[in-house]
Nanobody, 113 residues
Framework: QVRLVESGGGLVQVGGSLRLSCAASGTGFALSRMGWYRQTPGNQRELVAAFNSVGRIYYPDSLEGRFTISRDNAKNTVYLQMNSLKPEDTAVYFC???????WGQGTQVTVSS
């Protein structure tokens, strides 16, 4: 089983940056299939970055290259670096272990104008 704990959210001004972390624990999993989603009230979760099964990274075009996903296998941690933040980036951000559909509890990101 996998357990995921996100951290690093908070309040930031427009144009600022944040780095989210997702610490993974458990057995029988790999960081190779991890992703980040975000969700705003009343809306479905939106994929913002993910590693696929062949090691490639997916980002939606709408993010315009502002977000970067990375991982540190030694620390069992996946990161989401978010730059040039906009008010529309305000959401709860979740990390997910895709093969087991295991989700963290989420971390709030609020971008103020």
């Amino acid at each position: 089983q996998v357990r995921l704990v996100e951290s690093g959210g908070g309040l930031v001004q427009v144009g600022g940056s944040l780095r989210l972390s997702c610490a993974a624990s458990g057995t029988g999993f790999a960081l190779s299939r991890m992703g980040w989603y975000r969700q705003t009230p009343g809306n479905q979760r939106e994929l913002v970055a993910a590693f696929n099964s062949v090691g490639r990274i997916y980002y939606p075009d709408s993010l315009e290259g502002r977000f970067t996903i990375s991982r540190d296998n030694a620390k069992n941690t996946v990161y989401l670096q978010m730059n040039s933040l906009k008010p529309e980036d305000t959401a709860v951000y979740f990390c997910v272990h895709i093969p087991s559909d295991t989700w963290g509890q989420g971390t709030q990101v609020t971008v103020s104008s």
